[in-house]
């Protein structure tokens, strides 16, 4: 079950009481981001404005992924996970009503705080539940995930990756931008203490168990470039299908 959403819509109503909605985010994150979503941007601005030493912290990470992603004027690309639209509106914003981005967010408070800004044209949001993407098969040119796979379970971050995989067209780009563990061992402790006091402590764990890179290529894509940004908080990969 998915809706696409325009501002000034309810949300929460298209997939409210579906069994649809995952359980692992009925569990987890439902009540999480009831509450969360209305601090989450000024949250992720004060973060960044420490672990990139100074102001705009986050923009410069943000500007990093576009840089990455690299959008072409007529591209389409879909923002998977998109949170509160911050991410989809900057490429909305950067292919200037040429092309279409959008947007698929699964928590209907953090669609709500995206839908309340101001959207250039060619964006769009859908309600709905990443593992089960409501495009055709290579209907994207391009696609980003950001901040999102380590906070799901295993087996529902490798169905996302998959479903990235299936809808990205053939040579089409992904960018994925997540938490990393820096070689540095206070460093990683200290974003360990860091992250223990948030629900996906255990997701987060397992990805970096199992390597971001090793869960982007099991999917079929090929790894082009990586790096770290932000203190090496985040990993950055760029891969093709
Ligand atoms: C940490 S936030 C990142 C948001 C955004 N990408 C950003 O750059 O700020 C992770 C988001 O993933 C969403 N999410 C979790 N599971 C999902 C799923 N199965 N389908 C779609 N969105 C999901 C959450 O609701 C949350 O808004």
């Not at 959403?5 to 359980?23: L, N, T």
């Not at 199992?210 to 203190?231: A, P």
Request: charged content about 30%.
């Amino acid at each position: 079950m998915w809706k696409r959403v325009q501002v000034g819509e309810k949300v929460g109503y298209g997939m409210k009481d579906s069994k649809e909605i995952p359980d692992y985010y009925r569990r987890i994150y439902e009540k999480w981001y009831n509450w969360f979503s209305y601090i989450y941007d000024p949250f992720v601005d004060v973060l960044f404005l420490f672990l990139n030493g100074g102001f705009g912290g986050e923009r410069r990470w943000r500007e990093l992924i576009v840089e990455w992603i690299n959008p072409q004027p007529g591209e389409k690309i879909l923002d998977i996970c998109s949170g509160t639209g911050t991410l989809t509106i900057i490429l909305g914003k950067r292919l200037a009503g040429t092309g279409e981005v959008v947007g698929i967010e699964l928590s209907p408070a953090q669609l709500r705080i995206a839908l309340g800004k101001e959207k250039p044209d060619g964006v769009s949001f859908i309600e709905g539940d990443a593992q089960n993407i409501p495009f055709s098969d290579c209907y994207f040119d391009k696609s980003v995930i950001c901040g999102a796979l380590h906070e799901l379970p295993r087996e529902v971050r490798r169905n996302v990756l998959s479903e990235a995989y299936r809808i990205i067209r053939p040579g089409g780009k992904i960018v994925i931008i997540e938490q990393n563990k820096p070689d540095l061992k206070w460093k990683a402790l200290l974003f360990d203490f860091m992250e223990r006091f948030n629900p996906e402590y255990p997701t987060y764990k397992d990805l970096l168990k199992c390597g971001l890179t090793n869960e982007i290529k099991r999917v079929g894509f090929r790894i082009i470039r990586t790096d770290t940004t932000s203190w090496e908080y985040f990993q950055i990969v760029l891969g093709e299908r």
